[in-house]
């Protein structure tokens, strides 16, 4: 299947302060990326849908101004949580659409290997 | 009532049985069926793709999605402990739409 990084995969900060996340595509371009957060034995919860070049859609109750989201080339999205604060601990994932998909893939979303930031 | 239900489990089974993972749905407008796997603390795997109805076998995988229904499975022949994770149905109106999850069923299996 397609592979989609992130960095970091693991980071602690100190309240109020901002943390970028960074999610790619490595071998596809991809014209919409999610992103997603998940609590513990918790399924997925989609925060917001990221286009190339647009501004990202965010879903019901998250905040935008809080988290930033960036979609400035086909195989890059970045995710900054501004003002950390400890609720906002959590494992963050982002996944990545391949429009159209090459031979022997699917066309769904493919998903990196998550973020889990720790706010202290 | 949520759009797609799965029982979280967890479900324990002993090595080398036969895994059967369920998911139930509300919208007949689905057409695509996933089923993604994850280990704890990484990301979704993609398992198995299907559309609309019918069997899909891959390996020790075989995914059925019946949308008279409105029911899939995923089943898992010769279980091995390495396929303890959590398994996510996910499923979609078009291939390019919003995924809609169930809340994903913890599997055991113990050696």
């Known amino acids: 299947g397609a592979v989609v990084s992130q960095h970091p995969s693991w980071v602690i900060c100190k309240s109020g302060t901002s943390v970028k996340i960074e999610c790619r595509s490595l071998d596809f371009q991809a014209t919409t990326m999610f992103w997603y957060r998940q609590f513990p034995k918790q399924s997925l919860m989609l925060m917001a849908t990221s286009n190339e070049g647009s501004k990202a859609t965010y879903e019901q109750g998250v905040e935008k101004d809080k988290f930033l989201i960036n979609h400035a080339s086909l195989t890059l999205s970045t995710l900054t949580v501004t003002s950390a604060h400890p609720e906002d601990s959590s494992f963050y994932i982002c996944?990545?659409?391949?429009?159209?998909?090459?031979?022997?893939?699917?066309?769904?979303?493919?998903f990196g290997p998550g973020t889990r930031l720790t706010v202290l | 009532q949520k759009e797609v239900e799965q029982d979280p489990g967890p479900l324990s089974v002993p090595e080398g049985a036969i895994v059967s993972l369920n998911c139930t749905y509300s919208?007949?407008?689905?057409?695509?069926f996933m089923w993604y796997r994850q280990y704890s603390r990484k990301g979704p795997e993609l398992l198995m793709y299907?559309?609309s109805s019918g069997n899909k076998e891959d390996g020790r995988f075989t995914a059925q999605v019946d949308k008279s229904s409105k029911y899939i499975s995923l089943f898992i022949r010769d279980s091995q402990p390495s396929d303890s994770a959590t398994y996510l149905c996910?499923?979609?109106?078009?291939?390019?739409?919003?995924?809609?999850w169930g809340a994903g069923t913890k599997l055991i299996i113990k050696p």
């Open positions: 996910a499923m979609t109106k078009e291939s390019n739409y919003q995924l809609i």
């Open positions: 919208n007949s407008a689905f057409q695509y």
């Open positions: 996944s990545a659409r391949e429009p159209t998909p090459r031979e022997g893939r699917a066309d769904t979303q493919y």
């Open positions: 299907t559309y």
